[in-house]
């Protein structure tokens, strides 16, 4: 099976602007989760979708939205960018029900610079 | 604040040898994680180590849990060049759908 893709892998935006960051989970995996990872903060949840729904939210300003599509691809998007946005976001999916409650299969990772 | 924490933070060992990784964490938890990370890229897991369980193997790995006091280990066992990584311990609740994950222990195994 191919595994978790993710799109773009590189992106720089400048301050004020959005972006929209793309995950494609591994077939027949229907939970995907992203995350954050950046030096001081490390990595952080941000939310988790099944089914479309979003079950759980990390502690993130509503600048940071996210979406699941009925084929289980998923989307976020960050509007009003800051300096500090500037990070690694990280999608993984995993099968079932699971979100965290099983393996996570994490993507490459889409390297986020903010100017 | 973090669920897990890593310690060492870094740990520096010579090809051959083993290392040691300690996870340790707040609250009860349902499952543990390890995952690596080489520089910066995707994270791959490793282990899934359950509650209910205490040790678990795969290949030249040794994951132990203890939840009376909150902590895991990782033992890598004759590290080669090629385990030299970030490697993070993750914890998921029963009640949620996320993994909280640790800040990390970089391991440099010099060959």
């Known amino acids: 099976k191919a595994g978790v893709t993710q799109t773009p892998r590189y992106l720089i935006k400048t301050r004020g602007q959005q972006v929209t960051l793309s995950c494609s989970p591994i077939?027949?995996?229907?939970?995907v989760s992203w995350y954050q990872q950046t030096p001081g903060q490390g990595l952080q949840f941000l939310f988790e979708y099944f089914s479309e729904t979003q079950r759980n939210k990390g502690n993130f300003p509503g600048r940071f939205s996210g979406r699941q599509f009925s084929n289980s691809r998923s989307e976020m998007n960050v509007s009003t960018l800051e300096l500090g946005d500037s990070a690694l976001y990280l999608c993984a999916s995993s099968p079932l029900l699971a979100g965290g409650q099983e393996t996570q299969y994490f993507g490459p990772g889409t390297r986020l610079l903010v100017l | 604040s973090q669920q897990g924490e890593e310690d060492p933070q870094a740990l520096s060992i010579q090809e051959g040898e083993n290392a040691t990784m300690n996870c340790s964490y707040k609250t009860s938890i349902n499952n543990l994680q390890w995952y690596r990370q080489n520089s910066g890229r995707g994270l791959v897991h490793l282990i899934l180590i359950r509650s209910n369980e205490r040790e678990k193997h795969s290949g030249r790995l040794r994951v132990t849990l203890d939840t009376s006091k909150k902590s895991s280990s990782l033992l890598i066992t004759a590290s080669r060049a090629a385990d030299t990584a970030s490697y993070f311990c993750?914890?998921?609740?029963?009640?949620?759908?996320?993994?909280?994950f640790g800040k990390g222990t970089l391991l440099t195994v010099n060959p």
């Open positions: 993750a914890t998921a609740l029963n009640s949620n759908y996320k993994l909280t």
């Open positions: 077939s027949g995996h229907r939970s």
